[in-house]
């Protein structure tokens, strides 16, 4: 594993919920990631870690290889990779995202 990808791995378990996203939560840097941060506030997330993949190239194209996902934003809950802000929106839209964040 490469000094990056040790470095997201560090971030994804050292954090409960954590979105890889373009921006911050309080003034995402394009749309999907800032209808990832309504959708996570929405279920009440209080201890969510935000990455902006702007502020580092390395993190922002190692994070589509970590998870094997090319798109950002990107979610992790308890480690394990959830999927990105489509996926979110209809895991929120059929009720099945809240109860992962609130059990989690």
């Excluded at 959708?39 to 922002?60: S, Y």
């Excluded at 190692?62 to 990105?84: C, M, R, S």
Aim: charged residues 20%; proline residues 4%; glycine residues 12%.
């Amino acid at each position: 594993m490469n000094d990056v990808q040790q470095r997201i791995a560090d971030i994804v378990k050292g954090h409960r919920v954590v979105l890889f996203m373009k921006g911050t939560a309080q003034f995402p840097q394009c749309g999907f990631s800032g209808r990832a941060v309504q959708v996570l506030k929405a279920c009440g997330v209080g201890d969510l870690t935000t990455v902006n993949v702007l502020e580092d190239e390395g993190i922002r194209q190692g994070i589509k290889d970590y998870a094997q996902w090319p798109t950002i934003p990107q979610l992790y809950v308890n480690g394990e990779f959830v999927g990105g802000s489509d996926i979110m929106m209809e895991m929120y839209q059929a009720g099945e995202l809240e109860p992962l964040l609130t059990t989690a």
